[in-house]
């Protein structure tokens, strides 16, 4: 997993300015703990529900963010649970809806607008069924702390999902990368159930709440919607298929097989940077980082971020401990070039949070929708495969820069295909036919995006986002797109090509997306930045090795 799935209201900090109390402020709107929602007459009594339910929803974050840290540092007796009970219990507030819902067509002062608009969605729970939502929310803390302790067994030894991934992307032996990967099925007996019901509650409370279903309120949620979606991981599919068949081709021949199978293709990827450089060594990765962050430009000694190397069940993740003040990143101690591009990623999660402006209202001080936020990750995971970086960083003559740089693109390229298309169309699909077997169609879609044919086994039930983080998939294709595109208009604007020693892109980045925050939806970021609004084109470039063409995002 590369991302921080975090709700809304784990990024969220308090400012000096909001603990300031005059004497004006007592007698004003206020909404106490937990209290029923106060008249409200005016805006400026909206202002200040507003500021009093913000305030709440701070307190909870901040308590949120730690304890889910803990949690995914494999902590047993973390409070994760309890506190995301708190936050839906706030957040399946009726009488808060309301004071939203009756507002939010009516303010002229835009702040306020935009403040309604991102409550709006955070409220979405409050149309439903209040016990279904404290239901779901303590059925994913536990589905995500089986995935956190299971231990898998191969070969008569007992491995984390970390070291089984390792196994099936560099064991030589084909037998074993075989074993390693169907072991990744031995958790599904605890995970396969609960996956199934945390996705039936999903789309009880879209239906509740009057959505079509599941996948539609969950997108809402990133200003997206399925049919644009599923319109976009078709086209991205169509385009890249050329590439992807002639890749597949290249690794029967290369490895001398006579049917490629779903474990042989991280292992030529492997022995294809092998045969290039050793590039990529994981001793001297947060070295290279903070030499390259301090090269675009930020103040890399004195960021209050904290890089700590730990096995978790995913790629790794950003945590907002105090947005504006100080965030944390856990990142696997993978190996190759993988264990670079999620560290780069995930870096990028924590200089978002850490750059935002704080004083605004507190509902801004997080980041953006999972496109975007992804996005701006991936705009620093970008550089991880950057010739430019290559050749500098690690020593390399520029046509082994180059060498890596294809196979970095190659090897993105594959993993929208066989992690971010394949489970994103499952889960979309899923959703909007509720009667359909889910094993079927992930089977289906395996073989739509990779070609190949699954061992017998239940394999959707090895991914913890169907239960713990609905509709997240599709986030990473968007971020690629918006990261080439981003990288695209700093070349233009700065006037290099090197970017990854253009000490002037930090301040770009600060300026037109970190600071501030959630105040400016995203895709209005983006057309303000590049001077258009978001579509493939850049991403087709980036990705030169293959005949990519230009998709989505549909309108």
Known sequence: MRLHHLPLTAMLLLPAAALAQTEADTART??????????????????????????????LGEAAALEWYYQWKGERYHQAGPVYRL???????????????????????????????????????AKADAALTLARADLQTAIQDTFRHFRYTVAGQEVTQTALAELVDTSADRELRRSAFEAKLQITERTSEPIRRAMALTDRLARQGGFANGAERELIRASLTPAQVIRDLAQFERATRPAYLAMLDEVRRDLQVEQVEPWDLGYWFRLQEAEVADAYPQSEGVTRLRELVRELGFAVDSLPITVTIWDVPTGGIAFPIRPAYEARLLSNPFTGSRFYQVLFHEYGHTLNLVHLRPDQPLIFLQTDETPMSEGLAETIGHFAYDRHWLERAAGLEPEQAVALERLGKLQQLLWLRRTIGLN??????????????????????????????????DHAATRDFFGTSPLYFQSYLYANMIAAQLREAMRAELGVEDLSREPRVAEWLIERFYAPGASVPWPVKIRRATGRELDASALARYLATAPVMPVGPSQ
Do not use: C, M
């Open 30 to 59: 206020h909404l106490s703990l937990g209290g029923a929602a106060p008249a409200i007459s005016s805006e400026a009594e909206l202002r200040n529900f507003l500021d009093d339910l913000e305030v709440q929803e701070f307190a």
């Open 424 to 457: 994103a169309w499952a889960e979309i699909r899923a959703y909007q036919n509720r009667r359909a077997d889910l094993d079927s169609l992930y089977r289906a879609s395996h073989r739509h995006f990779l070609a190949l044919e699954l061992p017998p086994g």
């Open 87 to 125: 936050i839906a219990e706030l957040q399946t507030r009726r009488d808060y809806a309301r004071v939203i819902e009756r507002w939010q067509e009516r303010v002229e002062d835009s702040v306020l607008a935009r403040r309604l608009e991102i409550h709006a969605k955070d409220f979405l729970s």
